[in-house]
C-alpha cells in the first residue's frame, strides 16, 4: 500500500474509532436533533458528569467530528457534518442484513 494510500485509511479509523464507544454515538445522536447543545444538558441525558461527557466530547472533535462553541462558563457542541445519521442508518442496515441471514441459517 502506498504511503498516501495509508494515510487516507489511518484518517478514516481515527474517525471510526473516536465514534466507537457508545455514549459518543448517543452524544453524535443527540446533537444531530439539534442544532448545538450545552455540556450541562448533554450530561443529563446521557446520565454522566461533566467530566467524563467532556472527554467524550474532546474525543469527537479531535476526530472532527463536532465543534464548540465556549460563552462564558458554558460551552455548546454540534456536530460539524450532518451526514453521520445516515452512516447510522447504513450500520443499522448491515446489523438488519445480518440478523436475517443468521434467522435464515436457524431456519
Same mark, same amino acid.
Given at each position: ?45 446521557? *446520565?454522566?458528569? +461533566?467530566?467524563?461527557?467532556? %472527554? ?7 476526530? !472532527?467530528?463536532? =465543534? $464548540?462553541?465556549?460563552? *462564558?462558563?458554558? +460551552?455548546?457542541?454540534?456536530? %460539524? ?7 447510522? !442508518?447504513?450500520? =443499522? $442496515?448491515?446489523?438488519?442484513?445480518h440478523v436475517n441471514q443468521q434467522l435464515k441459517v436457524l431456519s
Amino acid at each position: 500500500m502506498k504511503r498516501s494510500e495509508r494515510a487516507k485509511y489511518e484518517t478514516r479509523a481515527q474517525v471510526l474509532k473516536a465514534l466507537a464507544h457508545p455514549a459518543r454515538l448517543k452524544l453524535v445522536d443527540l446533537l444531530a436533533e439539534h442544532e448545538e447543545v450545552c455540556v450541562c444538558d448533554l450530561t443529563e441525558e446521557i *446520565g454522566m458528569d +461533566v467530566s467524563t461527557v467532556s %472527554r467524550h466530547l474532546t474525543q469527537l472533535k479531535n476526530a !472532527g467530528i463536532v =465543534e $464548540s462553541d465556549k460563552r *462564558g462558563q458554558m +460551552v455548546f457542541y454540534s456536530l %460539524r457534518v450532518k451526514c453521520l445519521k445516515s452512516l447510522f !442508518g447504513c450500520i =443499522e $442496515s448491515v446489523l438488519k442484513c445480518h440478523v436475517n441471514q443468521q434467522l435464515k441459517v436457524l431456519s
